[in-house]
Every structure is written in structure tokens, then in C-alpha cells.
């Protein structure tokens, strides 16, 4: 990707400013879907995770909201154009909307985000001036500390899935730091994916460097590898009775999770599979890439297609079907089990 | 790879003995290119490290040698049809021959081992029932303890180098063991390459399971995915002043080491690279994968090319040219540099 | 210690039940203290930690509110009989009381807890059947899921500092398990403070055992050797600019804190020290074992003397102060450092 | 201790010189014993191990020849008296003379080092600035690049029992470094036993510092506090079914060995105690601190007491009685086993 055909003239922050009316009503009717406008909450304003269980968002139900959003809120007003789905985890899930040309400026803060690409032609983040195509199903990861933008370099609006650990790190922890870059973007080094380069060969690091970051210096994670990585497996393993051909995204200088307090997962269901139940200390939230079936969480059936997204409350006893007689079926997941962990609190249990 | 294809109902020990004239008349030949036929030796008999400086092995000297030697001796009569190369690391190095419809029978020891592969159309190495199947620039481990056997179902002969820390571990440190297993060779699982689709894309390991061992779950790294990375990062990255770009094949676990006695690298010298001289405790076994140039160790040039061998002992400056107006230099490493590092023993220094 | 005489035929838990309204009239005298009756919640109940600043409890002020409520709920009754201090950090710290004769009932829970001893002649507590002897100024740790249980078998009432993370454990991090022991108390075994024996020698560890828990295997860190600790280094080291002289009790198999979730300082301050400002991520509950002087918290004077007990909440600059001109001044604290660096969400920072 | 007793204008190297005859014919009386003059070996001459078995040295044999030393050479011409015990295991064991009011000089190297005191009435080693006191049965280390010098400040012959691990190090390793510091001794800071007063409490650490090195801080472990614990957990345990109570003597700050590449332990035998016979990968020398017994090893049986040194070379099964009826007896011993543990090399076994 050459600075010329990614970074167009043209691409800047847009502007737009509706009326609290306009913006009332809109709110009032994402709560048919569980979701609100994150951005028009009060700056550092970190809600209480409400007291709901399961639940699943259908993209065929929350595309269009938050397409409308464009008209309603422009990113020189807000650093992000997300709408968050409300659950009751301490895992922040919102959609965020880069429209063609549009800019999602630069900063960082201590909170640790993941990004699930859902619909994106040539969007891209920069992560510590690496610049970070998105294709759907690619995860990028932004973490804590780390500066980041968006952009969108095509004439498509981009849509990604934004997990992050706020509910624990602003609020329980109080621990929310956060900052502005001195520009809207950062100014990328000419060669875009390095931490791809660098780090995303299985088995070979580069070995003139000596990194000494506590997350994964690999920010981008190909979904077109990942794919053939779980179909390759599931050739050959069962994988695990709760969850099936299951792989963790790591940090390939250490095999941990991709950030100290976040760990994302991806599975393969194969035609037919049912997984046995099991619970465990954390939560998580998953992202259908690809498949229709159903999940049972604490005896509620979710039923999910591809581009939904659940979530499964800590401690709640789940299991997942794919109901298709023919195709596999891809989730993505992300959880806050590496806090339990760390802390020696984590537990598992596999159902009666 | 199926059972049926891979294992020919052929495929077996073969049997040759000559007269012991016959036999010291060969060794006498390969003291000229500082080699010696290790299957020669009295079972269980560790050399001394001779006191020898840098050395190369070039493939036009060593290939004719060690095809002569599948006339001398069989894999019934010797576990291993090895040449050693006579030098005077802690690191052992040995060039391996298994001829067509050969098997070099199944065993497991203490002492690790690695292959860098030099010709192959098909052999394989069978790693703890794990088939994995060897082509030119590949590195297979066998590490401590795991049972391991080679066979060859092609028709063409099989060579590669093998690493080994036999100096340290059944020499200076008395620790070696040796068991051989019940049959000739493994039964292999039907699915090949299975530590390559579990443990081998990066970024991503099995979720279900938790890897316990000190060494690498991963048992292949193929040449073409390795060539791939290093020319990728070569288009980016400058490296290190003394090496290059250079890549470390990890433990994906834990991005240590291969073995905990042994690191593996490779690198790339681009056209005309001349690195900077340094050194370090620990020593070093050069293989060329591809390309011609040369390395001053201590002030004695080594001239080296496609296939060659050559080492660089501990504390000895080096520093590495690629002679090639036009083509890049592939070059592979081996080291004990793990041994310095987990005894706080290791350090390092640039020329003045 | 032996049994007959550690374990009176009279010791067991204390029956009392008074009228709602006597209570609610008791709580309200509390008020005034900042403290509330934990025992009377409902069970299971977190209340939110209040948005409050640093604050002091003067021992003048708590012990007789404290020993009153004993008149007012019996052991058999409540599991524990304690008074909660009213702080706003994720430390909660209550002054716990067991009256001579008394039980209080062993159970076990994920929430982590240590108990600093202020008040007692021969009181004890048993964690995992090890009998632990409580002098003041003692340190007893009960971690995360161990059985304990606490008796006094003397004429005098027992007091302590109970500290705990259940505004985390049990509040942010929902993970809350507790369960009842199946008698009042735990049989100890014969010999006394083992834990001691085996883990409390400095740089001596019994070579026969691999401790694998993620918390300190030494349960009772008596004052008496902590104090000549400090006194000793105190002697002929300057320590901390921020702190002074100060140590943190640790787990001996490690290095590491005392619990995966709370970390225990003790500190001396010489005559007339004024230590600089400084802050960070954690918060801290602070003991006086000895001593008078204060502390300037975010511009809030806190003045202490001996058996006080104050808070500094996270990211406060802080700073002490010995007032005395002649007698050292001795600090317990404790703090949630090991979450913050554990999720690498710790800072540092000296004030300007 | 105060800098003016402890460094007396006295104190200096001596100088003795004798004639190549003499030297010779002292060399061969040391052969009945099994010893070396180490001393007079050309520098930095390695010796290989010798292909020996079990052995033990009595006190009564070896004090009289070290003694006599002191008339045969002077610490200005070598910088250590030391006879070596020929030994055939990868552990050095050499029995050191500093005669009244003579200097050790200072130097340090890549060679690990301990010194088991076996009569001394106030000598000291500075290692690093900090002067430690030596008292027979105390354990005093220099690790691998520490400066550090002896001396006596008496008018008593010091005389202790040093372990190297020289033969790995300097001999298989090939990673021998040496130097000599600028003058003939460190200059001690004032206060003594530093090293003691900040790492010796048991569970409690200097709370301002970060140990960065991979060996204990603690550079003097006492007897009379090893020997308290040892009796201490004898009285509540019974320790390991093959050594008894054995404690290992630890680096505080992460629980491991003392020096990455030696492992010390101090064991007590009950009376009339004999354990069970089991063998290990590693070697190990013992010294008697007090006591009668013997060890059966390999089916030779070593009759020792107190004072006397043996050595059990690696895998060789061996077990240890207490003869006394009534008196306990005390054992010191270093072992090579982080080597093979780092290494992933250890085993262990139980006899038969």
C-alpha cells in the first residue's frame, strides 16, 4: 500500500451537528436493539454494566442505526462514532462507523481495544505509526498505551466490532488515562503491516530486538490466516468438548494472550456440532464471522448468523451448536479471562 | 501424505558390512575434509572437542564421500549413517545420509537434535508419532527425549546436516541417555504435519491445550514459509548491524528457543552486505540454504556457497559478506548460545 | 502451644441477639466514625465503595464503639463481628473483635484477607489447620479460598485490622465463591506456627516441597522481627525517598507479594523524617504500630498516632511525616499494587 | 564492626617462596590424601575432572598438610592458598588457609564461588563493599563477576572449605573470564553485613530496590540461624524420605538457588536416622558441620564426622545414617543441579 493511493487529500475529519432533539429521538430508538450512541454521553462517562444476561445483536437489526449515525455526528465532534451494545459484562462492545474519506483521530489511552472488522474495502488503523489494513474478519488490536486512528480510504463505509476493557479499567480499577495526538492522524512509516512482517511468521522472530512490551507486538491478525489455520486443524483435531477446533490469538514472543487484560479466541464449528456445556469465572463476547446456529446460555437460546454478536455473562453455563448440515461455522470471541488469571481467580467448570 | 503412499511396503533397515580394511582405508580418505565417520566409533564414544579453529565444509568436497558411505555400512548395523564434521565447538554437526527405501531406525536421548535439510524428495523424520515430511532448507527438531526415526520413499538420495549438543550434554555434563524403540520406526498417526497446522501459524496456538514441555511444540519449520518472512522484513527492516535481518525460530509457547540447549536462526545478507564485526560466548554452525560469500573469523576468510558448511568458534569475532552484486544471501545457524543464557554466562561484543 | 491448653473445653462461638431498633440506634452512633456494622448487611452484600477522600481513625475513637458490639451480636450468630471503616478506595479494612472464649467460625472464600493485629494476649488464628499466635504488630495472611478460623483463649478481648479486596473480588470482578467450614472450627494440628518454622527463616526454604500456590506459603509475619528489621537497616541504609526505610512482606518462594491481589509494607520513619510527595495507581490503608506524626494526602492533613489507622486513596500525592523528635515511627500498609502490575496499569510519579 | 579493628595497619598479603624441590615433594605427600596445591598449577590451568568415585576427607588428615602450607607460599605470589580435593565430580572443592593478619587478594571471574567456614575467629570476605564476618558453619558466597577478597583479622588460622564450579564454567564451557582488581583489597563500606540486614529477614525485602541479578543478594547465611531452623523443623517435620530435613539456602527475591549455576542445602539427620537411598542427575560435595555418621554411595560406604568433606558423584545412588544414638548430626552440601534443571536435563530416582 503506497502513502499516495492511502492517504488521499482529501482524507480529514468530518463535521456534522444535529439538534439535542434529533439526537434524543435517535437514542430513544436504538434501545429496541440494546443499543445507545456512546458518543453522546457526557466525555469519560463510564456506565455502570447494566444487570442483563445473554442477549445477540442481528447485523440485519443494528446496521442501518448505526449507518444513520454518519448524518448525525461528524469526527471533528468525536474522537469515535460508536454505538455501544448495552450487556452486562466488563467488556465493552460498540460498532463504530468510519464513512469513505472520514478520519477516526489519533490518541491513546490505558484502556486496551480490539477491533473485529465486519465490512471494510480499504479501511485501515495506524498503530504506533504501522499502518493496518482491515479486511473482514481481521482482528487489530490497539493496546493500552498504544497511539491509534482510522481511516477510510475508499468509497464504502467501514464497520468494525470495538472490544474493549473500559467497565474494568476506568471503572473498577479507576485506572482511565487518556490523550490527544497533536495532529488528527499520525503519519504512518511508508511501509504498512511491519508488525505483520515482523511477528506474524509462525515459529521465527526477528532477533535483533528485544521486545519488552507486556502485550503482543503483533497488532494485526489476518482473518485469511486464521481461516486456514482452524480449517487445517479441523481436518485433524476434535479440539475441546466445550468449544471445539479453538485457537488463541497470542503474543508470539511470550504464547500469552494478546493483552494483559483482554484474550480473543476464534473457532471453528464443524456441520452439525453440538459442544458440551461449561462456565467458567469470565465472560465473553462473540462475533459470528461466518455460520448460522444457536447458543444456550444459562438455558436462553441465542440464535445467531453470520455478522451477529452475543454475550455470554461470567459464570454462565453455554454451549454452541451450529445448525447447518453442510457449512462450518466461524465465531470470533473475546474475553477478560487473563484478569482472572493474573489474579489467580479464574475458575472452570463443565456442566452436570 | 497417506499411509499407504508414504510407507511402501518396502521401506526398511538395509544391511551392508565390509571388512574393517576396507573401512579404515575410508576414514583415512575423509581426514581431508576434516570428517570422520561417526558410525564408526565405538558405541556411546564422545570425541573430545578437538582443538580447531574456524573451518568450512564445502559441498562439492563432502556429497561423493558420504554417498560412499551407504556401500560401507547399513541402517540394521548402525542406528545413524553420519559423517562428522571435525570441529571444535560443544556443537556437534554431522551430515546424514538415508538412501532410498531406506529407514535409519526409531530411537529417542537425551542430547537434542536438529536437521537443516540439503536434499530431499521426499524423506521424512517421524517426531513422536508426528510425520514430517523434509524438503530442502527445512528445519526439523527432535528435541530431548522424544522418539524420533527417518526414512526416505523417494528415489533419491536423502541428506541433511544434523545439529547436535552431544559435546555438552554427553560429554561435559555426563547427562546422556539412549533408549531404542521396540520396532524399527513409528507407527505415524494418518494426519501428517500435525505440529505444523497446530503450532505453526503465527500468532495463533490450540487453545485447548497447554503445552508443558521446555522445548518447541512445533517440529517443522519449513524453508519456503522462512524464505517468505525473511524476504518480507528485508524489504523493511534493516536489522542487526552484525547479522542482518535474522529471524530466531522460536518456541511459539513462549518465544524462547527451539531447545533449551540449541537456537536455530536465519537470515538474509542482501547484495554486497558486508555486516559488522562482533562476537560471543557462544559458538556457532553456519549453513549455507543459498547464496556465495564469505565470513572473516579471527582474520581467516572463509569462503563460502550454496550448501556449504562452516563454523564460527565461541569468542571468535566474525562478520559476514554476501559477494553478490545481484542476489541475496540465505545463510542458517545453529548455537549453544541458550546454555550461556539460562547459566547468566552470556556475553557479547562488537569489534573495536 | 499444645492443645489442652490452646483449646479450652469452654472456647466456642458467643450467642447474642438484640432488638432491630438497639441496632439501628448503634449504627447510627457510628456514623460519626465513619464506620458501619458489616455484620448487620445482608449477607452478600457489597456496598459501591463511597467517592471519599483520605480520612483517619483514631484509636481513641474506635475501640469502645468496637467492644460495645459485643453486647450486640454473638459469633453464632454472625461469622464475623466486625466494623467496617467507611473509605472510599477497593481496600476495605474493619476492625474485627473476638471476646475471650470466643469462636469466630471457620470458613474459606475467594476474597483474599490479612489481619494486623492491635490488641491481644493470646488470641490465634488457624489457617489450613496451621495454629498462628497473634502478638500486636503481627502480620497473618488467610488467602484466597484457605480455611480459617480465629479463637482467643485469654481473659482479654483480641482486636485486629482485618484487610480484604472485596470491593474487587467480590464487587468489580464478580467473583465472589465463600463457604462454610462443616464445624465451628478447624482441628489444628499439634505443632503450632509451621508455617513459620518452614517458610520463615530468611533465605532458607525446605527443600522437599514445590510450593505451588500463587500466594505466599508463610502465613504469620511476627513483629518482633520485622521491627528489628527495620531497625537494623535503619541503621546503616537511607531507603526510599518517598518512603524511607521500608520493606514489603513477601512471599519467600518468589520474591513477589504476599497475595496475588494485595501487597503488605511495613515501614520505619526516623526521628523527624519527612519523607517527598509522591503518588500511583494503587491506593493504601495505612497502621500505626508505634508512633506519632502525619500525613499530608492530596493537601488533607492527617494527623496519627499509635494504633491509628488511615487511608490514601489511589493516585494521591501523599507524603509523612515523624513528629516526634526522638522515638521512630512505625507503618503498617497495604495496598492493591500487585492488580495494577499485573494488568500493567501500574504508574509512579514524584510529585512536582 | 568498626573499620579500624577490622583493618589493622597489619593486614597485608604475605610473601613466602621456597624452592621447586620443595614444592615438589610437598605435592606428593598431598597424594596420599587425595589433594592438590591448586596454587602451584600453572594459571589458569583446568584440570580434568579425574575418573574417581565416592571419597571422603577426614579433618584429621587434611588440617595438618593445609597448615603447612602457609610456610610454602604467600597471597602476594598466589591470590588464593587453596589445596583442591581431587575429586571426580564437575564441582570444584578446595580448602582455602588465611593465615593472622593476611590478605586474600581481590579478584573476580566468571566462576561461582562459596565458602563453608570451617575454623574461623574473625576473618571476613567484602564482596561487592560489604564486609561479611565468617564463623565456622556460616555459608558466604561470591558469584560469578562479584569482586571479592578475604582476610584475617585474628591471630587464629581461617580455614574454609571453597566450592567452584570451575570444571563447567572454565573447563566444558569455555567461558572463563578473570580479573584483578586495582588494588589488594576492596575498601569495605562502614557498616558490615549489609547484604544480611537488608535480605536476611525471612518473608521481608527492601521495598526500594529491584534485584536485577540472576544470583541472591544475600551473600551471608549464618549457621547459627540455619542451624535453628533446621532444629526448629525437625521438631515438626520429617522432611524428604532421602535427606531428611533439608532445607536449600535461596535467593529471597525469587525463591531459586543461590548462583544460577550452584545449589546449596543444609540438612539434619536425627539420631539414629538413616534415609532411603535415591540418586539424581546431579553431583554433590557435603561437608560434616557436626556430627558422626556415614553414607552408603554406590555400595561404598564413607564414615564421617564433624569437619570431614565427601563428595557423591552424579548418579550415584546414595543414602545417610546418623551412627549417634543421641546427637543430631548436621550436613552442608552443593550440588551442580540448576545446571540440569535450566537445562531440562534433571532426573531423579529412587533406589530399587
Known sequence: MNESSSRPASLATSSVVVSETELIAYRETL????MDAAWARPPGFVPEPPDEGPAVWHWRDVREPLLRSANLIGTR??????????????LTSNLQLVMPGEIARAHRHTMAALRMIIESEGAYTVVESDLLPMAPGDLVTTPNWTWHDHANVTGAPAIWLDGLDVPLVAGALGARLQEGYPEDAQRPREDADVSLLKYGTGGLLPAWENWGQPYSPLFHYPWARAKAALDGLAAVETGSPFDGVIMQYTNPTSGGPVMP???CYC???KPRQRTRSHRHTSAAIYHVIEGEGYSVVDGTRLDWETKATFCVPQSSFHEHVNASPSQPAYLFSYTDDPVY???ALYREEAAP
Open 31 to 34: 434501545k429496541a436493539y440494546r
Open 77 to 90: 465532534e468525536v474522537e469515535r462514532r460508536i454505538l455501544s451494545l448495552v450487556q452486562g459484562t466488563k
Open 261 to 263: 487484560t483482554i484474550a
Open 267 to 269: 473457532q471453528v464449528l
Open 341 to 343: 488469571r493474573s489474579l
